[in-house]
C-alpha cells in the first residue's frame, strides 16, 4: 500500500519505518527541512534502539522516502497518517491542535482521490468530527474516511510495541476503511494481537483513558512506596505481591522519581481539562497528576535527610537524565524540577548521561556534563540514580568510589541493599 506519515517525530518514523519494513511504499515527510535533510543523508534524529538499521533496510530497498513536500506526499498516498505532535496548551491545559488542523487543511488541498486519513496524534474526543469536517468542500470532490488508530509505542521499546502490539484500536464507522485498515496491519495481528474496532470517538477515548490509568497506577505505587519508607517495608515485594494478581498486573507497577515523557504528564493533564468541558470530574486523574506534583517535593525531601539538611558546596552526581532508558528524550523529565531545586538550596550537580549532553540542562551554572561516569562521580558527595540504564546496573561501585564516604540514592531501586552493605556503601532505595 501507499502511505505517508505526515510529521517525521518519534511516533511518525517509527510507524512510517516498520509500516515500510512489512513490505508498504512510504513517505515521511515533515516541515523541518533539516530533520529531511539529515534523514536523507543517514542521520536519525531520535535516539530508538534498532531504528537505525531499520531505515536504513528499507530506504536501501527503496520502500522508505522522507520528503519535505507535504502536499506531494499526500497526493501519492492512499493512506495518511497524522502524527504531529500535540502539546498541552499552557492557557487551557488542553491539547493545542493547531499541527492538525493545519495538516488537515493540507490534506484538503490535496485530495485527489479516495483516501484515508487515520489521526495517530493524541487529540481529544471529537477531533476527527472536525478534521471530517475541514475536509468536506475539498475542491475535488472525492471521497474520504476520517480513522482514529491511537498509537501506543513506549519510547526504547517502539520497534517492539509496534511489531508485537497488545492490541491495534481503530476507530470509524465506515466498513471500507475498517477492511482497508485490517488488511494494513494483517501481517503484525496475525500474530495473535487484538485487532480492536469500535467508534472514532471510542478510539480517541481509548488512547487517553490508557495513559491516564498507566500514569494513575504509578502515581499510586509511588505513593505505597512513600508509605514503605515509613514503615519499615520494601516496596518491590509489594509491586510483586500485587502484580502477581492477574487483575491488576505486574506492569507499571514500579516506584520511581514519578513519571514523565512527551505523553503521560500531558494527556493526563488534557482528559481532566477536557472532560470539564463535558462537565466530567475526572477526580482520580487529577489526583494523580496532583500526586506526581508532589513527586519532586518528596524527593528534594529526602534528599535533604540524606545530606543531613546541607546543601552548601554539596557535589551531587546524576546518573542519567532522560526521563526513562533507551531515549534521549527529557521532555518532563523529573530531573528537569528537581535540579533546579537542589542548586536553589546550593548544591553542586554533575550528570552523566549515555545520550549526551542536555541543552535543556546547559542553562545552569553549577550543572556540568560528564563524558564518563567515573568523571560525574569523582568529587561526589551523592550518587543519584535517576534513569534505569542497563550501564548502570553492574557498575564497579566500591572500585568507582574508591574509599570515599560517598552515598548513593537509587531513585530506580537498581541496586540491591543487602549487596551495598556488603560493600560498606551508605545507599538509599525508593520505598525501601
Ligand atoms: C506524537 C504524537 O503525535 C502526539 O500527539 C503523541 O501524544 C506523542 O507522540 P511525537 O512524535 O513525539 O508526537 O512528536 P514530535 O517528535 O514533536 O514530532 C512531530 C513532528 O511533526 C515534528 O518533526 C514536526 O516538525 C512535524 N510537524 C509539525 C509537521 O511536519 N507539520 C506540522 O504542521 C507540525
Ligand atoms: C507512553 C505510553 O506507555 C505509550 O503507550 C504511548 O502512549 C506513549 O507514551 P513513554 O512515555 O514512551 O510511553 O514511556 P513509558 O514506558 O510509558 O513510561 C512513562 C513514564 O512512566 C516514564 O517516566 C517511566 O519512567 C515511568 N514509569 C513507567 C514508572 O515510573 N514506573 C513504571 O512502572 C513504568
Redesign the pocket.
Known amino acids: 500500500m501507499k502511505l505517508c506519515m ?7 518514523l517509527v510507524t512510517g519505518t516498520c509500516f515500510s519494513d512489512i513490505g508498504n511504499d512510504v513517505i515521511c ?4 527541512n533539516n ?1 529531511i535533510k539529515n534523514l536523507n543523508l543517514g542521520t536519525i534524529p531520535i535516539y530508538e534502539p534498532g531504528l537505525e538499521e531499520m531505515v536504513k533496510r528499507n530506504v536501501n530497498q527503496g520502500r522508505l522516502k522522507f520528503s519535505n513536500d ?1 502536499s506531494d506526499a499526500i497526493r501519492k498516498s492512499d493512506i495518511i497518517f497524522i ?4 502539546p498541552t496548551n499552557k492557557k487551557t491545559n488542553e ?1 493545542d491542535l493547531k ?1 492538525v488542523f ?2 488537515a487543511r493540507k490534506i484538503k488541498f490535496n485530495l485527489n482521490k479516495y483516501k484515508i486519513i487515520v489521526n ?4 481529544p474526543v471529537t477531533t476527527g468530527d472536525k478534521i471530517e469536517s475541514i475536509l468536506k468542500r475539498n475542491k475535488f470532490k472525492s471521497k474520504y474516511d476520517v480513522v482514529s488508530n491511537p ?1 501506543f509505542l513506549r519510547e526504547g521499546e517502539a520497534i517492539r510495541d509496534f511489531v508485537v502490539p497488545d492490541r491495534v484500536v481503530i476507530g470509524t464507522k465506515s466498513k471500507k476503511a475498517l477492511k482497508i485498515m485490517r488488511s494494513l496491519y494483517l501481517p503484525i495481528i496475525k500474530k495473535n494481537s487484538r485487532f480492536f474496532s469500535t467508534s472514532r470517538r471510542g478510539a480517541e477515548l481509548i488512547k487517553y483513558a490508557s495513559n491516564a490509568f498507566l500514569a494513575t497506577k504509578i502515581s499510586f505505587i509511588n505513593e505505597m512506596a512513600n508509605f514503605c519508607e515509613e514503615s519499615d517495608i520494601n516496596i518491590e515485594d509489594i509491586s510483586v505481591g500485587m502484580g502477581l494478581d492477574q487483575r491488576i498486573g505486574e506492569r507499571f507497577l514500579r516506584a520511581g522519581p514519578g513519571y514523565g515523557g ?2 503521560f504528564p ?2 493526563t493533564r488534557a482528559i481532566v481539562s477536557l472532560a470539564k468541558r463535558f462537565k466530567v470530574n475526572l477526580s482520580i486523574i487529577n489526583s494523580a497528576i496532583k500526586s506526581n506534583k508532589n513527586r519532586t517535593k518528596i524527593l528534594f525531601n529526602r534528599i535533604l535527610k540524606i545530606v543531613n539538611n546541607k546543601f552548601k558546596n554539596k557535589s551531587i552526581a546524576f546518573l542519567g537524565v532522560t526521563f526513562k532508558a533507551n531515549t534521549d528524550d527529557m521532555r518532563e523529565s523529573p530531573c528537569l524540577s528537581l535540579i533546579p531545586a537542589l542548586i536553589s538550596k546550593g548544591a553542586k550537580i554533575n550528570y552523566y548521561e549515555p545520550t549526551g549532553q542536555k541543552k535543556e540542562l546547559d542553562k545552569y551554572k553549577n550543572v556540568t556534563f560528564s563524558k564518563k561516569v567515573s568523571d560525574a562521580t569523582k568529587k561526589a558527595d551523592l550518587i543519584i540514580v535517576h534513569t534505569e540504564w542497563n550501564e548502570f546496573k553492574q557498575l564497579n561501585l566500591r572500585k568507582l568510589l574508591k574509599n570515599k564516604k560517598v552515598i548513593v540514592y537509587d531513585m530506580r531501586n537498581i541496586y540491591s541493599p543487602e549487596k551495598m552493605k556488603k560493600i560498606g556503601i551508605k545507599y538509599y532505595g525508593i520505598g525501601r
Open positions: 505526515i510529521g517525521t517525530g518519534y511516533v511518525g515527510a515533515d516541515v523541518d530533520k507535504v502524527c504531529v505532535g500535540t491539547a499541527y493545519q495538516v495517530k496524534s493524541t487529540v498509537e512527551s505523553c500531558k494527556d
